[in-house]
């Protein structure tokens, strides 16, 4: 073969599209979810002359394209790939690139763009994408010239999957696609992951030797099974309770004797008590954010109270809100094989400690005797003994998500794919991405009425790709988490939280699928088997008791509880009655204070 003047073999003319579709092959692309738009039909093009390569799922909504993207990302360590249209399509597909971000997915968002020709004219459908995603995103590009696709889509997966995993959007602009290049294509480098520096272990270990009660804390993306199962290995030859972080359920198997349940919304008070009492915390893979940290109040930010491990694939997120007693820079995975290869340091303390840890997180597991026919504890209990051990949950954002939380232990092969960033209508797409990366195994998810028609058009999707995921809706006829907020901050006034559903079993019955509501208990088992049975995706319909706001509280609970608050605060100090009868009038006003409140 002829060689051009850079050494590199001569390479057919190819156009834009063609290139951008072989560059997803070289770098291992299986999927890619879009909604088709005519910014990038040469790419369209460029995937049908490869479609034996890459499987093409056509959705109904850029946000729920983006959603089954990052649940492939989740699923898979390998970066999602979405493609969307320009201007409207790319504002959908924003909240994806935002849970991707939060929950550091892998992901690679394709974005059509109009001709560079026209750039900053307002042109139809104009947006700058390196200005609008430059928060949401690792690294924002725009490709204008075809020779640069496979140097600039594998410096893309490469950002996607480096450090801390995120997404990465390429905005590709239209004329470019049809622009002729001979160029070859690039293909994944093989770079070795980050191991924990010589003395990171030793160091860990003399740190452990001296606690009297530790606790671990996982969290992080793109865990291996074997990543799994050697952390796990390393932390049971430890005896260390187990937390996880928020929406982490899969990282360590719930019935285990050192689980002791997770740290996030909705956390048993019991386990950030001890939290708040653990004299050092390994925090492997989680960043330690708000809903872990309970709103920044579990640890000392400034390194004086509680040591803390930090583990974490990259630098800049170790200390960045709590100062680490000791930060390690690891490939989480090869931190964990190196962890579990390491000597334990059993303490005959711990063995208590963990053991009491565990046993309030059975405690808090067991099912309260609930008011109404369904009692949601006991029937996801019930449910969880006939799911297969393979089981994928996704789950939606809201108060309803807290039930499977709390009653529910995954065991040792099921996953559990949830946005970290708290957004609603993520469980339907996500579902639907995991059947489809998956479709062998069963996958269930957990979605509140109001998230459900966000998104439940996906399952148009489902049908169309033919996989059959479980939606259960939890149907309580309200936004439920602004409604307890509200409650309690303006008790008894209702506004903009009331919601009018429709018949969920008769909706999914329309696509062809399999509905049932549920209304008792013992009719949600039955329920799920037949929804298995029927092989087709499925919807059931939980009728949920709107007074019973969370699994801890009703609505009545809650006004009880302002109406104490605000008694509390309109009395007046102790010794403040005294002093105003003494001097004859009404307390005059608190002495104004100067600094920083005040101004």
């Known amino acids: 073969m002829p060689e051009t003047r850079r050494g590199a073999a001569h390479h057919a003319p190819r156009p834009g599209g063609k290139l951008l579709a072989d560059a997803l092959v070289a770098q291992g692309v299986t999927h890619a979810f879009c909604v088709p738009g005519e910014s990038y039909l040469d790419l369209l093009d460029g995937l049908y002359a490869v479609r034996n390569r890459i499987t093409l799922v056509t959705c109904r ?12 990302g989740k699923l898979t360590g390998r970066p999602g790939v979405a493609i969307v249209t320009r201007g409207p399509g790319a504002c959908h597909a924003s909240i994806g690139v935002h849970v991707a971000y939060q929950d550091s997915t892998p992901l690679v968002l394709i974005v059509g763009q109009i001709p560079f ?6 042109s139809f459908q104009e947006v700058d994408y390196r200005r609008m995603f430059a928060p949401l995103a690792k690294w924002v590009t725009q490709i204008d010239d075809a020779a640069r696709i496979p140097e600039l889509m594998a410096h893309a997966f490469d950002v996607a999957v480096s450090g801390r995993p995120g997404p990465v959007v390429v905005a590709i602009s239209e004329e470019m696609q049809k622009e002729m290049a001979s160029v070859p294509d690039i293909g994944p480098a093989p770079v070795l992951p980050p191991h924990p520096a010589p003395e990171a272990m030793p160091r860990l270990m003399a740190m452990l030797a001296k606690a009297q009660r530790p606790l671990a804390v996982l969290g992080g993306s793109r865990w291996t099974a074997e990543g799994r199962a050697a952390i796990r290995e390393f932390l049971v030859a430890n005896d260390l309770p187990v937390a996880v972080s928020f929406r982490r359920q899969g990282l360590f198997p719930g019935a285990h004797p050192n689980f002791v349940g997770d740290l996030g919304v909705g956390a048993d008070p019991g386990l950030v008590a001890r939290a708040k009492e653990a004299d050092l915390i390994l925090a492997i893979g989680t960043r330690l954010g708000e809903p872990v940290s309970q709103g920044y109040t579990l640890l000392d930010m400034a390194g004086h109270g509680t040591p803390i491990v930090h583990v974490y694939p990259e630098q800049g997120e170790i200390g960045r809100v709590y100062r680490p007693a000791l930060g390690i820079v690891s ?3 090869a931190f964990a094989r190196l962890a579990a290869e390491t000597p334990p340091v059993r303490h005959p303390a711990w063995s208590g400690w963990t053991k009491e840890a565990r046993a309030a997180r059975l ?3 067991k099912a309260p005797d ?4 369904l009692n949601l504890a006991v029937a996801l209990q019930a449910l969880e003994k006939v799911l297969p051990s393979d089981t994928i949950f996704t789950t939606d954002a809201g108060n309803f998500a807290t039930w499977p939380t709390r009653f529910m232990h995954l065991a040792e092969g099921q996953d559990f794919l949830g946005p970290t960033n708290g957004a609603m209508g993520y469980g339907v797409p996500a579902a639907i991405g995991a059947k489809i990366v998956h479709p062998e195994r069963t996958v269930v998810c957990f979605v509140g009425d109001g998230g459900f028609l966000m998104t439940g058009q996906e399952i148009a999707t489902a049908f169309h790709h033919a996989v059959a995921p479980i939606i259960l809706v939890f149907n309580n006829q309200m936004y439920g988490t602004i409604r307890m907020h509200q409650e309690r901050s303006y008790p008894g006034r209702v506004s903009g939280t009331a919601l009018t559903n ?3 079993a008769k909706f999914i019955e329309s696509f062809g699928g399999h509905g049932e509501t549920v209304e008792r208990t013992e009719d949600l088992v039955p329920a799920f088997r037949r929804a298995v049975e029927s092989g087709r995706p499925a919807v059931i319909e939980l009728v949920m008791n709107p007074e019973q706001i969370t699994n801890r509280a009703t609505i009545a609970d809650l006004r009880e509880q302002a109406r104490r608050a605000a008694e509390t605060a309109a009395k007046p100090p102790a010794g403040a009655a005294a002093a105003t009868a003494a001097h004859g009038g009404t307390p005059g006003p608190a002495p104004r204070r100067i600094g920083p409140r005040n101004r």
């Open 61 to 72: 909504f850029e946000a729920g394209a983006v959603h089954m993207a990052e649940a492939y």
């Open 117 to 122: 020709g026209e750039t900053d004219r307002e």
């Open 331 to 333: 490939d989480l995975n």
């Open 363 to 365: 405690e808090q597991a």
């Open 370 to 373: 609930y008011a109404g026919p």
């Open 502 to 504: 429709p018949d969920f």
